[in-house]
């Protein structure tokens, strides 16, 4: 039997790079039980305590609310706006629309430090106080860009006829986008606005720039790390992530289910 060196080379390269993206989660999941003191750069004993008292750290609870609360409130706005925007863009022409596509993109290609920086200079020039609502705000305006491109996708791969045909049994405009239209784009919308919550949870860059006094999960988790990221913020890591793993498990066994009833009934 011939050996073939090509034939194994894809699936090597592919566990080690898969390898080597999941060594600094499976580094902050082991020292997430790691019994430490002041830091947690060396390894003390296995201990539950941080995982049942994981805000007994100063500090720790109240940066990773700050972050959740930005980002939903980010999320929502950012969402609804993108929506309207990429709607707009697909279904209507006017003018500068294709200024406004440009222009749209241009968040996601400049680097954070530029639109860090450029914001807090702004807002410093106009006397608005650095903190939760800056940071807010500098997080819908780099999220919008991926809600709109996002959404676009969606709404420019949907069969008019559909609406069409609601408005020929005699739909009124507002019941044809709730009815119909709403319920084809929510797949895109969702996922836009998962992507925009992801993108603001996990920012540190322009945040950093504009938050003031205000401490989120990113920053906290960078000031801690000279010392070592405590082991209190390992598990908040820990959890998100595997969060984050039941959510996409049970929303992929969801739709396998949806699936096979389709086949089945067809």
């Not at 805000?55 to 959740?68: H, K, L, P, T, W």
């Not at 980002?71 to 969402?79: C, D, K, P, R």
Request: glycine letters at 6%; charged letters at 15%.
């Amino acid at each position: 039997m011939k050996f073939s060196l090509g034939k194994f080379t894809l699936p090597i390269y592919a566990v080690l790079t898969f390898i080597y993206l999941l060594i600094p989660i499976f580094y902050t999941f082991v020292f997430s039980f790691n019994d430490s003191l002041k830091t947690n750069l060396i390894w003390r004993g296995f201990t539950f305590d941080k995982w049942l008292n994981v805000c007994q750290r100063e500090g720790v609870c109240e940066a990773f609310g700050n972050s959740i609360f930005i980002g939903v409130i980010s999320t929502v706005f950012a969402t609804a706006l993108g929506t309207a925007i990429a709607v707009a863009l697909v279904r209507y022409r006017f003018r500068f629309r294709s200024s406004v596509n440009l222009l749209l993109f241009l968040p996601m290609a400049t680097p954070e430090v530029v639109l860090g920086a450029g914001l807090a200079s702004q807002f410093f020039n106009l006397g608005v106080q650095k903190g939760t609502f800056t940071i807010i705000l500098a997080h819908i305006m780099f999220c919008l860009s991926f809600v709109v491109v996002t959404v676009k996708a969606r709404v420019a791969s949907l069969d008019p006829a559909l609406e069409e045909a609601g408005r020929d049994l005699y739909a009124n405009p507002r019941q044809v986008f709730w009815k119909i239209t709403f319920p084809l784009l929510l797949p895109g919308i969702s996922a836009a606005a998962l992507l925009s919550f992801a993108l603001s949870f996990d920012d540190f860059i322009i945040t950093n720039f504009n938050a003031g006094a205000d401490m989120t999960f990113p920053r906290y988790v960078y000031t801690a790390a000279a010392r070592g990221v405590p082991a209190e913020a390992n598990v908040i890591g820990s959890a998100v992530f595997i969060l984050a793993i039941v959510i996409v498990l049970a929303t992929q066994i969801n739709g396998e289910i949806k699936r096979r009833r389709l086949s089945k009934k067809a």
